[in-house]
């Protein structure tokens, strides 16, 4: 980790929480997720589909579209220079060289896109326009970004709304830059790959061009969500090591959401492990990997083969992700009915405890005091904790739930 555990982190997410209004009712997509981002780390973001992984990503981006809303939370970004341009008319929204983006105009968190954050998306083939060359619109996010660069104040109004069915002009110099991206990302011939369309590219390929375009803005944080989903063992080691080049290179932290805990396992230095949207347990990777107290990060370890001793049976996780409709879900550990330990203390909901025994986990206000709160308060980023009474207490057959406490429910269907 470039980034030393005791900086100031470039993106703090607080309390973050989404919800979809849909006709069968309110889903609870996200709920009261919270993590820090330090220079030049990979925070990973593991989890089953339907744990929340991507809708999280999408809140941290202001990308959530109808019926979907983010209806509470912050999102701490670290840039001094927008601190100070935000100070006069959103005070409340700057603390230091931070700003939160959830109270800071609409047109400021679009500007951010491409610019400071950017994002891989899951599918690279409906993320690329089919009708215009590959090149043309990596091309237009460098375009945007030197007009942005150039003159910030003003370019914010006008490129914005910019994207793919908007197209802006490109020079011949963003042209020439898009060709060197394609050339970094290692696509070969990149002059004349420039000039093909997404439907000429392979898998792998167009997930390499998606990065380029990614790379486009020189972000400082980048978001990549399942960015080797659907493709094959070689071709996802080739995107890996090429984000871990590009990391080394740029000094970008990196956001890494996947359900692949390999994925995880070879370039994160700190994770948080999802359930039914919440960040159910977080820590360095030593820490999860090698002492994971809540339930469902041990069920999901115990899923991956052993290559040294391949004889034993995979222990799978019973089951299914719930649906997260709210007349659903019980006030308790989501995780409840799935859970081999599950005891009466499960009934209520777990808050999230420090691993090292010393009780419920909060943040830490600058004195270093303990603090369930959020306002004003630093997170304490280097903390193994988990919403599990197993990290607090013992578990205790006397207050085991009975099998079929919860009717033999599966917890839903998967989402």
Not at 215 to 239: C, K, M, N, R, S
Request: proline letters at 6%; hydrophobic letters at 35%.
């Amino acid at each position: 980790m470039a980034g030393g555990a005791n900086s100031e982190p470039l993106l703090d997410v607080r309390d973050l929480t989404t919800r979809f209004f849909t006709e069968e009712g309110r889903v609870n997509a996200v709920e009261s997720v919270d993590f820090t981002v330090h220079d030049g780390e990979v925070f990973g973001v593991v989890g089953e589909s339907g744990s929340g992984k991507s809708v999280t990503a999408l809140s941290v981006m202001d990308l959530v579209e109808s019926p979907g809303e983010i209806v509470a939370g912050e999102v701490w970004y670290r840039d001094a220079d927008l601190a100070g341009e935000m100070a006069d008319d959103h005070p409340k929204a700057v603390d230091g060289d931070a700003v939160d983006l959830r109270r800071v105009p609409s047109e400021v968190r679009r500007s951010l896109r491409g610019s400071s954050v950017s994002m891989i998306f899951q599918d690279p083939m409906s993320s690329f326009n089919p009708s215009i060359t590959v090149g043309e619109q990596i091309a237009e996010a460098v375009e945007v970004q030197r007009r942005a660069s150039a003159n910030p104040r003003s370019t914010r109004s006008r490129t914005q709304g910019f994207g793919l069915g908007s197209m802006v002009a490109s020079t011949m110099e963003s042209h020439e830059r898009a060709i060197e991206l394609l050339d970094e990302v290692g696509i070969p011939d990149p002059e004349a790959r420039a000039e093909e369309y997404p439907h000429q590219y392979s898998g792998g390929m167009l997930q390499r061009a998606m990065v380029a375009q990614a790379l486009a803005g020189e972000p400082d944080l980048l978001i990549a969500d399942e960015p080797t989903t659907a493709l094959d063992v070689t071709i996802e080691a080739q995107i890996l090591n090429l984000l871990a080049d590009l990391q080394d290179d740029l000094g970008m932290a990196i956001v890494l959401i996947t359900h692949d805990l390999g994925v995880i396992a070879r370039t994160c230095d700190r994770l948080g492990v999802m359930y039914a949207g919440e960040i159910v347990e977080h820590g360095s990777l030593a820490d999860v990997f090698d002492s994971p107290v809540h339930p469902y990060t041990q069920g999901l370890l115990g899923s991956i083969p052993d290559l040294d001793d391949p004889a034993p049976r995979l222990n799978p996780i019973e089951g299914n992700v719930p649906s997260l409709l709210a007349a659903e879900m019980d006030d308790r550990c989501y995780f409840a009915d799935r859970c081999p330990k599950a005891m009466e203390e499960c009934l209520d909901k777990p808050p999230s405890f420090a691993v090292d025994g010393t009780g419920v986990a909060g943040r830490t206000d600058p004195t270093g005091t303990s603090a369930t709160g959020t306002d004003g308060r630093k997170a304490d980023t280097t903390a193994h904790t988990a919403k599990c009474y197993l990290a607090d207490h013992e578990y205790g057959q006397a207050r085991a739930l009975p099998e079929g406490y919860f009717g033999g429910s599966d917890g839903g269907t998967d989402t």
